[in-house]
């Protein structure tokens, strides 16, 4: 069954710049494992400095299977330092997707 992730990251001020290099990095890497089927990195406006994330797996193996990989663990180490406060995930099942072109 699809899973869908939504993500929202908030850097500290000061590190807003690095968080979006290493959020970008985060996303190309991921878009490789073999169950993603999405991984989409939004931007808020200046004044929220904040990031959201649309990830899609297709199934829950594929979530743990990213929960272990080697760039999302590096980046869960990394982030520690980077975030004003922690990363809040919300998971949900899809029932009615566009078809993916």
């Given at each position: 069954?699809?899973?869908?992730?939504?993500?929202?990251?908030?850097?500290?001020?000061?590190?807003r710049d690095a968080t979006e290099r290493a959020l970008r990095e985060l996303a190309q890497l991921s878009r490789r494992e073999?169950?993603?089927l999405r991984y989409d990195l939004f931007t808020r406006d200046a004044e929220?400095?904040?990031f959201d994330l649309f990830e899609l797996y297709v199934d829950e193996a594929a979530v743990e299977a990213h929960?272990?990989?080697?760039?999302?663990?590096?980046?869960?180490?990394?982030a520690g330092s980077l975030l004003a406060a922690p990363t809040e995930v919300r998971q949900s099942r899809p029932l009615d997707l566009a078809p993916f072109n």
């Open positions: 069954m699809t899973i869908a992730l939504f993500a929202t990251v908030h850097p500290l001020p000061e590190h073999p169950g993603n929220t400095a904040a929960r272990q990989s080697a760039h999302y663990l590096a980046f869960r180490a990394a």
